[in-house]
């Protein structure tokens, strides 16, 4: 089953890469939009159908086999090593965190004030550690995997929770593309861990949006954090009205 998810994520990939949608593998297998939207969903494709939609693509079946495994072949994380020295290096940090999300060589140094010797330098040092591979032209190839994630308080996730939460939370969450939700209650353990799979699974969601939206031109893409947070804990306020 893993390998038919990685087999469709790497197809649906494709498709976005070349400008395709549903509607389009709708018309290639003769089938209506939502019967295609459901073929997704329950990854349940037939060899025959597999080949039409990569007859589509004007790709071989065995190229895309190939890509899911070169796909399935990138890190998922760094040493605890690569992300200090990426943290202890504010303009190495900032191109990681671009290249990451998708940034092209002349997006990091049109956005930023950065110098094209400076962004090569540091871009060979991402090469270096296996982040990426820098290829002729400052082409950049990631090679970090779909679902790549920093360490769990590692030194990228420390930098942030020292240096950027009060900047982040210094906003009144009103406007339209901002939102903040406070909730509380108590919950039996079964119910946190189920709670939490849910917010695992809106990650994936928003992973498999931003990697959509690389295809998209820079000037149509905004950056946006998200901070999801869950613990057994009560407001400290409360502390001594407790029995």
């Given amino acids: 089953m893993a390998q038919t ?4 994520n790497t197809l649906k990939k494709q498709l976005k890469v070349r400008g395709k949608t549903y509607a389009d593998v709708a018309a290639c297998l003769g089938l209506s939009e ?47 090593a690569q992300e200090r020295e990426i943290a202890g290096d504010l303009l190495l940090l900032l191109i990681s965190v671009c290249v990451v999300n998708g940034y092209c060589f002349q997006d990091i140094v049109q956005r930023y004030r950065i110098s094209e010797t400076q962004c090569v ?34 030194p990228i996730q420390q930098f942030f929770h020292d240096k950027v939460q009060q900047d982040f939370f210094n906003s009144r969450f009103d406007k339209e593309h901002e939102k903040l939700l406070v909730l509380n209650g108590f919950l039996s353990r079964q119910s946190n861990r189920e709670f939490q799979k849910k917010l695992q699974r809106l990650v994936s969601e928003f992973d498999q949006l931003n990697r959509d939206d690389t295809v998209l031109p820079m000037d149509e ?9 869950m613990r057994e804990w009560q407001y400290s306020l409360f502390e001594g009205l407790r029995k």
Avoid: H
């Fill in 34 to 80: 939502a019967s295609v939207k459901r073929l997704f969903a329950d990854q349940n494709f037939t060899l025959q159908r597999l080949e039409c939609i990569c007859g589509m693509l004007e790709l071989e079946l065995s190229e895309l086999v190939n890509q899911m495994a070169e796909d399935q072949q990138r890190i998922s994380q760094l040493s605890e």
């Fill in 221 to 229: 893409r905004y950056g946006t954090t998200v901070v999801l947070a």
């Fill in 5 to 8: 998810q990685s087999l469709i």
């Fill in 121 to 154: 330098q540091k871009l060979a040092q991402l090469d270096r550690l296996k982040i990426i591979e820098l290829l002729p032209g400052n082409r950049i190839k990631l090679r970090i995997s779909a679902n790549f994630n920093w360490l769990p308080n590692g």
